[in-house]
C-alpha cells in the first residue's frame, strides 16, 4: 500500500478505517430484527462520516470515486441481501442496489461537502490565511504532463452539473449569501444532535443541584 499524503493515499486509508468500523459494528448489521431502513441509518450515521472525513479539501480522479463506490456497494449487498428470480437466488445488481439507495452514494456526499465548504471559503474574511490562499494565484512554471486537478475547479464543475452557472452572483443573494451554500441540517442520530443532548442534560443536572443546595440552605 502506496504512504504519503496524497489524495490516493488518503482514500484508501479513509476506505479502511470505514471497514474496521463496518466489522466492529456488524452485528447490529447481521440482527433480523432490525429492519432495513434502520440498517441504513445506521451506515450513513456511523460508517460513512469515517470514510468522508476530510473529504471536502479532496479532489477525487475516477478511480478513488470508483474505489469509494465498491466499497460502499460491498456493504449495501450485505444490507440489502439477494433476491429471488426465476426460482434461484441472484445477488443485485449495482442498478439495482443504486435505485433502492435513490441514487444517493458517497461520492455525491463528498461533492455536496465540497459545495458546502466552497461556502464557508466565501463568507470567510478577507484577511484569513486561508482565503488569501484560495483567491491569489501562484505564478510559476507548470509541470509537464497532465495538469493537475484544482479542487475549486471540482467543485465549479459539480455545480455546472447542477445547472448552476453564476454562482459567485447567486452567493451575494441572500443574508449573508447562505441562499446556495446553506449547511446541511443534522439528521436524527446525528453526533451534533447528542452533543446537543448531552448539554441539555447537563444543565438540568446543575439546576438540580443549585435547588437542593438552596432548600438544604
Known amino acids: 500500500m502506496a504512504v504519503g499524503f496524497t489524495v490516493e493515499c488518503m482514500t484508501i486509508a479513509r476506505i479502511l478505517a470505514g471497514n474496521r468500523t463496518y466489522f466492529a459494528a456488524i452485528s447490529l448489521f447481521?440482527?433480523?430484527?432490525?429492519?432495513?431502513?434502520?440498517?441504513i441509518i445506521l451506515y450513513k450515521t456511523h460508517i460513512r462520516p469515517v470514510v468522508s472525513y476530510g473529504a471536502e479539501v479532496w479532489t477525487l480522479t475516477r478511480k478513488e470515486e470508483q474505489a469509494l463506490l465498491i466499497f460502499e456497494r460491498k456493504i449495501f449487498s450485505r444490507m440489502y441481501g439477494p433476491k429471488y428470480e426465476n426460482g434461484e437466488w441472484k445477488r443485485r445488481t449495482n442498478r439495482e442496489q443504486e435505485e433502492m439507495s435513490k441514487g444517493e452514494n458517497?461520492?455525491?456526499?463528498?461533492?455536496?461537502?465540497?459545495?458546502?465548504?466552497?461556502?464557508?471559503?466565501?463568507?470567510m474574511e478577507e484577511d484569513k490565511m486561508?482565503?488569501?490562499?484560495?483567491?491569489?494565484?501562484?505564478?510559476?512554471t507548470r509541470r509537464r504532463g497532465r495538469p493537475r486537478k484544482r479542487w475549486k475547479e471540482e467543485v465549479e464543475r459539480d455545480l455546472r452539473v447542477l445547472g448552476v452557472r453564476r454562482w459567485r452572483e447567486l452567493w451575494q443573494i441572500g443574508k449573508?449569501?447562505?441562499?446556495?451554500?446553506?449547511?446541511?441540517?443534522?439528521?436524527?442520530?446525528?453526533?451534533?444532535?447528542?452533543r446537543r443532548r448531552r448539554?441539555?442534560?447537563r444543565r438540568r443536572r446543575r439546576r438540580r443541584r443549585r435547588r437542593s443546595m438552596t432548600t438544604a440552605v
Open 30 to 39: 447481521r440482527r433480523r430484527i432490525l429492519s432495513r431502513a434502520t440498517k
Open 106 to 123: 458517497t461520492v455525491k456526499s463528498i461533492k455536496g461537502q465540497r459545495i458546502s465548504r466552497l461556502g464557508h471559503l466565501e463568507r
Open 130 to 140: 486561508t482565503k488569501k490562499m484560495f483567491t491569489q494565484k501562484l505564478e510559476r
Open 176 to 194: 449573508n449569501g447562505r441562499t446556495l451554500f446553506d449547511r446541511p441540517k443534522p439528521t436524527v442520530g446525528c453526533s451534533a444532535n447528542g
Open 199 to 201: 448539554r441539555r442534560r
